[in-house]
RNA sequence: GCGCGGUUAGCUCAGCGGUAGAGCGCCUCUCUUACACAGAGGAUGCCACAGGUUCAAAUCCUGUACCGCGCACCA
């Protein structure tokens, strides 16, 4: 006899490695199939994989394993991602506990060590998905990486193929520097987070002595850099003054006083100081007015080219010397506070540095259109809906999209300069690196993968590649069609591509799903997908962001080790609702287990009865009321799991095996089979139950893969058609609806249920029989309950049930109503009339004021007129069960005086 | 400021026009030969608030409050 309670540890690692070696989970192009694809939102490489993953890659594969048994050639596509800074970030960790930088290694070793991360970390996460029980072949030469050659060649190609079409460019313009990391940032990667702080207002003196403007700033030491103030054109109170001359205070440098409308009037003291080279808005003031652009924040975040005793120091010093020396100077007004929000780095909070610098960009107005008609005419589809609004919305926003970045682990930008030609731009560190780049108007440097062997122009030799390399999500905006190696025409890309679905949780929506969308249809023409499954976040059960600091960090592996895998993956699943952020717990965790351990100790009373010598058992026709009642749950159930699959709605798909399982099949069928198990008919009970249990098995398999493996498996001998892997076989059939077993078997269920709650308020053992009497005026109800008397017998223990149509209560008894019947459970001791009388009233008052409710509303017109037949027919039944069951129950009562 | 979600049992959430549901937790009884990771029974809800539409509203509409999340602004 197997344990009392499963164990999963063993069982998972036998199935994770039966599957693989099988190479269950390969696909090839089948053009007689219609295939179902899948990508993999590739994990970074940056450590081991957390809930969220185990979310992400569930759903995938309980769409994967579903499509494939229903007949589609699934394929779902592993790979990682290189995970640009963020993997730096790591590296660099890890040598700063070593005491080194980067820059100790150079970027040759640098490189060295993170491909060898890469070996490592890469390998991990594999391990990590398979133990999740992913359907995906992790064959070596199936795992596709962002940065391996084929990939490589797909960036380069979509580099070209834009700067072709100039859509890439390199320009100075004002970018989001953290200074931490020491790069430029798109916008997207850049948070903002209200803070507390202060609004200075400083004394601008007129050169002429003539009074000052008083302007308000949050960022006092920017004024080192300033280059005029700004003032509305239509602002009265400095009508006419535009163009005289301000003195900036510390430093006096004489800087314009300019009209521009993009000055708010009623903000602050209506005039801006304007510093092109750290703000925004300030840097379109400048170009508008053709101001200088003077840089005092240097890339390490320190001020630069100012006055002596601020140079050099952090920006927060800076402020504080700034305003003192202001103070000091009486050309502080005054001290507001403020709340503003400042910008930070989405990967390492730091301050983000809005600064001038020249990148590389992409123009995205054109790319992000044809985006913005596929989302809007449903070409792309988003689950839930709610999506496409946000989704287009932001399109219909984009700004072009700041592509380099200033670290080492990347794509290295594919563009040459030559020295001889462009020797200007370009700058070293040094250790004679080129460090930056800063070409000429009209200087067209060399797009090339590899190194050219001359510059076009002036057949030089002496040719250096641009440093940076390209965000991360430059090949990760490829992924779609680069891992069935486009550019290269591939009959895996013609197969696959576009893919079915991608699912994703919302927080990469824009960084990553706008941009795949809008290179799938630059690049192949086509949208990269039908559909987009959006999932929320995984949280606590509070809703709060796991984090380290507050301590709620929930470990899929420690959990997968602890309840087993298929018991998260349950857990997880019936928790995530429609989009939204998914609260998790480990109690929630003991749910599923519980369920994985309802389905094994299910199988394990089946084996009890199976026979010794294995061998198929023949299904027949069902013979008796349990049968065909079980059989029309099952196909509900299925109908139901089915139906809610297509609509992308996974928790409810399991709810409904879930409940099948366990409310209907366990608790009612089980039970009822037990005395047939006994008996001469056993072997076509058995036949029956092992048909339905194992239809449960495989339409539960895509949820919980393991523990409906190993029971399937265990079950296999004694099948009519065993067949293979579940994976391999078809969803059963749906049949055996509306027979009517349903109606039929809820009117016993109702009666049991009767029996059960007297027995448990008149304190009855479980274990003690009883007698009952079920009396009706119903003729056909009679004859059900004479045909299904077995069943109340056996589940309510009654080991004498008297049937018939005018039953006198017995003395000594109890009484209760089910349906058209008026139970009697006669006592042997006295009957605890005080009790009885309190239970009855208690129904009596339920039945009148529902009784009453009923016939209001049936002698009002105007619900009579209005409402469907079907309601009012509704009503009518109730209201004439209302008044039998009071009347039944008002004649008891007067009994018991 | 604009937008999106939410507000239902102690907790986490279903339900989205016809008499309030699940899981967990709680209480009572039972270790009955599949399962105590179980079974049987039970308690618990002005379905945020205010209006409206409707024969009928937790469900649709409008507004309010509170909570969350985006986006924009932020001198």
């Not at 009074?211 to 004024?223: D, F, K, N």
């Not at 009890?608 to 061998?615: A, C, D, I, T």
């Not at 009767?754 to 009855?764: G, N, S, Y």
């Not at 208690?842 to 039945?847: G, I, M, Q, S």
Request: net charge neutral; with cysteine.
């Amino acid at each position: 006899m197997l344990s009392k309670v499963y164990a999963p540890g063993p069982v998972e690692a036998k199935w994770a490695e039966a599957w693989q070696k099988d190479r269950l989970f390969i696909s090839e192009p089948s053009p007689d199939r219609k295939p179902f694809v899948v990508v993999i939102p590739p994990p970074n490489i940056t450590g081991a994989l957390h809930i969220g993953h185990a979310l992400n890659n569930t759903l995938q594969d309980v769409l994967v394993r579903y499509a494939r048994m229903r007949g589609r050639e699934a394929c779902w596509v592993p790979g990682t991602d290189h995970g640009g800074i963020a993997t730096q970030n790591v590296l660099e960790k890890m040598l700063k506990a070593e005491g080194k930088t980067r820059h100790d290694l150079g970027r040759e070793e640098f490189l060295k060590r993170t491909w060898a991360w890469y070996g490592e970390c890469g390998g991990t996460i594999l391990g990590q998905l398979r133990k999740l029980g992913c359907a995906l072949d992790l064959g070596q030469e199936n795992v596709r990486f962002t940065m391996d050659k084929p990939r490589a060649a797909g960036v380069f190609e979509a580099f070209r193929s834009l700067w072709e079409k100039s859509l890439i460019y390199r320009s100075e313009r004002m970018i989001n520097w953290c200074t931490r990391c020491g790069t430029a940032l798109s916008d997207i990667e850049v948070e903002y987070e209200d803070e507390k702080s202060k609004l200075w207002h400083i004394r601008y003196p007129y050169e002429d002595g003539a009074g000052s403007v008083t302007v308000a700033t949050s960022r006092p030491e920017t004024l080192l850099g300033d280059t005029a103030v700004a003032v509305n054109p239509e602002d009265g109170r400095y009508k006419g003054l535009a163009g005289k001359k301000l003195k900036l205070p510390l430093t006096g440098r004489l800087i314009p006083l300019v009209a521009d409308e993009g000055v708010e009037k009623d903000f602050g003291t209506g005039a801006v100081k304007v510093t092109p080279a750290h703000d925004p808005l300030d840097f379109e003031i400048g170009q508008r007015h053709k101001l200088e652009v003077l840089r005092v924040i240097s890339y390490e975040g320190r001020m630069v080219n100012c006055p002596a005793e601020y140079e050099g120091l952090s920006v927060q010093a800076a402020r504080k010397a700034v305003v003192e020396a202001l103070d000091a100077a009486g050309l502080l007004e005054k001290e507001e506070h403020y709340k503003h929000s400042v910008s930070k780095c989405s990967r390492c909070l730091s301050h983000i540095e809005p600064l001038v610098s020249e990148q590389w960009f992409v123009k995205m107005k054109g790319l992000a259109a044809p985006a913005i008609e596929a989302a809007e005419k449903e070409k792309v589809r988003f689950y839930p809906s709610s999506w496409k609004k946000p989704f287009t919305a932001w399109l219909g926003n984009i700004q072009d999209w700041c592509i380099s970045r200033q670290i080492w682990w990347g794509h290295r930008i594919p563009v040459w300069y030559c020295r001889s030609c462009s020797a200007d731009g370009l700058k070293f560190d040094d250790k004679g690196a080129l460090s930056r780049v800063s070409f000429a108007d009209g200087a067209r440097p060399i797009v090339s993968q590899d190194k050219p062997s001359s510059c076009g122009a002036c057949g030089g030799h002496d040719l250096l590649q641009d440093p940076d390399v390209l965000d991360t999500w430059f090949s990760s905006a490829l992924w779609p069609f680069s891992v069935f190696g486009w550019p290269e025409k591939t009959k895996e890309l013609d197969y696959y591509y576009p893919t079915s679905v991608l699912v994703t949780c919302y927080d990469i929506l824009y960084l990553w799903v706008a941009r795949m969308v809008m290179s799938g249809l630059e690049h192949m023409g086509r949208p990269p997908f039908e559909q987009v499954y959006v999932h929320g976040m995984v949280r606590d059960k509070h809703g709060r962001k796991m984090s380290k600091s507050i301590g709620n960090v929930i470990d899929p592996l420690v959990m997968m080790e602890k309840y087993g895998t298929d018991a998260m993956r349950f857990s997880l699943m019936a928790q995530t609702m429609g989009g939204r952020d998914v609260p998790f717990s480990e109690e929630g965790i003991i749910g599923g287990r519980n369920f994985v351990n309802k389905l094994y100790n299910a199988a394990r009373f089946i084996q009890l009865y199976l026979p010794e010598k294995p061998g198929p058992l023949k299904t027949e026709p069902p013979r008796e009321l349990a049968d065909r009642w079980i059989l029309e749950r099952y196909a509900e159930a299925l109908r139901k799991s089915e139906a809610s699959m297509a609509e992308y709605d996974l928790p409810k798909a399991q709810d409904a095996l879930y409940a099948f399982v366990w409310d209907e099949f366990c608790d009612w069928y089980l039970e009822l089979a037990k005395p047939r198990l006994q008996g001469p008919g056993k072997e076509k009970v058995l036949a029956l139950m092992l048909e339905l249990f194992s239809g449960a098995l495989k339409a539960l398999h895509p949820f919980m893969p393991y523990i409906t493996e190993e029971l399937y498996a265990s079950l296999k001998p004694y099948l009519e058609r065993p067949g293979d892997y579940l994976l391999k076989q078809r969803r059963p059939e749906i049949s055996g609806t509306g027979t009517g077993a349903t109606a039929e078997m809820e009117e016993l269920m109702g009666m049991i249920t009767q029996l059960r709650v007297a027995r448990a308020q008149f304190e009855i053992p479980p274990g003690k029989t009883i007698k009952a009497l079920a009396a009706s005026a119903d003729a056909a109800a009679l004859e059900r309950l004479r045909a299904g008397a077995a069943y109340v017998k056996l589940l309510a223990k009654v080991e004498e049930l008297e049937i018939g149509r005018d039953l006198p209560k017995p003395p000594r008894a109890i009484s209760a109503l089910s349906g058209a019947f008026t139970l009697y459970v006669p006592m042997e001791g006295a009957v605890d009339l005080e009790k009885e009388k309190a239970r009855l009233a208690k129904e009596l008052e339920k039945a009148r004021k529902d009784g009453e409710q009923a016939l209001s509303r049936l002698n009002d017109p105007a619900f009579t007129a209005h409402a469907p037949k079907a309601e009012v027919e509704k009503i009518k039944a109730r209201s004439e069960e209302m008044s039998g069951k009071i009347s039944r129950l008002t004649a008891i009562l007067e009994e018991l005086k």
